[in-house]
């Protein structure tokens, strides 16, 4: 059976008394008047973020000056939990308890509009887009279907660049890290690289961007190691290099974009503790979309194609063997068209009411096999502006389609057998949620219910609609000029079970100390598993990261250290039987960086 480490009860901070403090805190912090923060992924139409209908959360420039990347950024936003295994990899997201494991991404990012998930899994590319290249972040927590489609079932994060100032900066750190970037006029440049903090976990990456007029273009290289569960001799030949290219052009609520990649990667894959599958494959991947927006609604066209080759695949206990070898390739595609509406009424000085919905056409090519799917996405909600205090109501239905990997991938196991299966049903889910906010604090609660969930099926060793689940939560944060703190409680269950999904962190605090030029965060994650049944606990964590800054004229020196009290955890694995697996994470690490900051364009 292929390791699929999925979706996430015991101990640390009580689901009652616990939450009722801290909902209790918060709603004291309600003194102030709101500022006129406007946003556009709430309802994709411009409006004050007090009057959203949906759980939206804005980082700003000053939030972001003490992240590393976008990645490390978004750790601030409640709801979503981040999960880094190997170094150079985009971070694993999860999102209200949907958690793909890096085989699935149910988290879509938009990068100014333009989609950044790869055509054959959806998976986002988080590390495509250098921090100091943003100007702000929105991000929708919970589904998204009704807005932006088929990958939003989870939340949508949307990243605006900023035309970025000259500047050039140079780090080192452990691990033998090292960092250029540059900066100038509408183009800007980064190269990282480091030896890794595990062995076998080396990468390199490069990326660039350049706009002019309504145009934009980012290119990116990467070439890493990938180091697996333990450091033996399975997963020496484990490696991706890849290369990718994205362009867009802008006019009023017009949008065009495309891109291009290729891929290849050597992976294995545990069947049983000491053996694992192997293979390489070569992958080309193209997407072509329009989309025109307007203020009720608008419309999206794109078309997604993929050639898969996988070469060499061979059951490996040590040695390599010849069976399963041979060449699997072939061509496949996806064409996505939707139309979608959003509406507003004011029907009370106070009250507001918005609503949607969005009509999803998916079809789907590979070979001689054509897949169809058919969605209608509806949400209505309601917010009431009661002066220092907005509280909303949001109904929602959303959508998650089988990706084209789900379905068609070839990748053959021992035996011959793969497992993708083009019968994939789509995942539907109906939410509800409920939430208060104020100027710099708020509080969210939702339930939602999923059908349909895609799983991999151990009684016919291949993905299916295994199941239904349940998802519900608490997202609570205070973010002030001196400190923050937030907690999140997230229970996600089967249908029919008490016990909390694998991997995923049912409580999970977060806190800040911004004081002179020193940053202090600290993430306190609780109750997390290995598997479904809750045999295997994972322990809990807390990591501590510092932050120190000083300003030189125009140079800006920081130094920055992760996991200052060196825990040793895990953050991320699976079970095989009764055999637990799990990643370590990274231990103590520092950094230098020294940042030249020219004038701020006008």
Do not use: C
Request: overall charge neutral.
């Amino acid at each position: 059976m292929p390791a699929h480490p999925g979706r996430g009860s015991g101990r640390g901070l009580g689901p009652g008394k616990g939450r009722a403090i801290v909902i209790a805190a918060v709603l004291f912090l309600a003194a102030q008047q709101y500022s006129q923060t406007i946003v556009v992924t709430a309802e994709r139409i411009e409006q004050p973020k007090r009057e959203s209908t949906a759980a939206i959360t804005v980082l700003s420039a000053d939030d972001l000056k003490n992240a590393r990347d976008l990645g490390d950024a978004l750790r601030l936003v409640p709801g979503l939990q981040l999960i880094d295994v190997n170094p150079g990899a985009p971070p694993m997201v999860s999102s209200r308890g949907f958690f793909g494991a890096g085989e699935v991404e149910y988290v879509q990012l938009l990068i100014d509009g333009v989609p950044a998930g790869d055509v054959e899994s959806g998976l986002a590319d988080w590390r495509s887009i250098p921090i100091e290249d943003i100007d702000h972040i929105e991000v929708l927590r919970g589904p998204g279907s009704s807005l932006f489609g088929d990958t939003a079932l989870g939340g949508v994060v949307q990243v605006f660049r900023k035309r970025p100032a000259s500047q050039a900066a140079i780090a080192i750190g452990s691990f033998g890290e090292r960092r250029v970037s540059a900066a100038l006029h509408n183009a800007s440049f980064s190269h990282e690289r480091s030896d890794g903090f595990r062995k076998h976990s080396a990468y390199e990456e490069t990326l660039a961007h350049a706009a002019f007029g309504g145009f934009s273009l980012d290119a990116a290289h990467r070439d890493r190691e990938i180091a697996g569960v333990d450091d033996g001799e399975l997963f020496r030949d484990d490696a991706e290099e890849s290369r990718r290219v994205r362009a867009a052009y802008r006019r009023g609520g017009l949008l065009l974009h495309v891109s291009d990649r290729h891929t290849d990667v050597t992976r294995t894959l545990l069947l049983a503790p000491g053996f694992g599958d192997t293979a390489t494959r070569n992958l080309d991947t193209r997407a072509l979309g329009i989309s025109i927006t307007k203020k009720i609604g608008g419309v999206e066209v794109t078309r997604e194609s993929m050639r898969s080759e996988y070469v060499g695949a061979a059951a490996l206990s040590g040695t390599a063997t010849a069976e399963g070898s041979g060449r699997h390739s072939g061509s496949g595609s996806r064409t996505m068209a939707a139309a979608f509406l959003t509406r507003e009424w004011r029907v009370a000085p106070r009250v507001r009411i918005a609503a949607g919905a969005r009509y999803d056409v998916i079809d789907d090519s590979f070979e001689s096999q054509d897949v169809s799917d058919r969605a209608f996405s509806p949400r209505v909600g309601a917010s009431f502006d009661a002066g220092a205090v907005t509280a909303y109501i949001q109904l929602a239905r959303a959508f998650k389609a089988p990706t084209l990997d789900q379905r068609f991938d070839q990748r053959p196991f021992p035996g011959g057998f793969t497992i993708s299966n083009a019968s994939l049903k789509s995942q539907h889910a109906n939410n509800v949620e409920a939430g208060v906010r104020g100027v710099n604090w708020e509080a969210v609660a939702y339930a939602m219910h999923v059908d349909d969930e895609i799983d991999f099926d151990v009684r016919t060793f291949r993905y299916g609609n295994i199941g239904s689940s349940r998802h519900r939560g608490l997202e609570t944060s205070y973010r002030g000029r001196f400190a923050s703190i937030g907690y999140t409680w997230t229970r996600v269950q089967a249908e029919g079970s008490s016990h909390q999904l694998k991997n995923i962190a049912e409580h999970v605090v977060r806190a800040g100390l911004d004081f002179a030029h020193v940053h202090v965060g600290v993430e306190h994650s609780a109750n997390r598993w290995l598997d479904d049944e809750n045999r295997f606990p994972l322990d809990d964590a807390t990591i501590v990261d510092l932050r120190l800054t000083q300003t030189f004229r125009s140079v800006v020196a920081a130094l920055e250290a992760h996991n200052v009290l060196d825990r040793n955890y895990a953050p991320l694995g699976f079970v095989l039987g009764s055999v637990p697996f799990s990643y370590p994470a990274p231990g103590r690490s520092i950094a230098l960086t020294l940042t030249w900051k020219g004038k701020e364009p006008p």
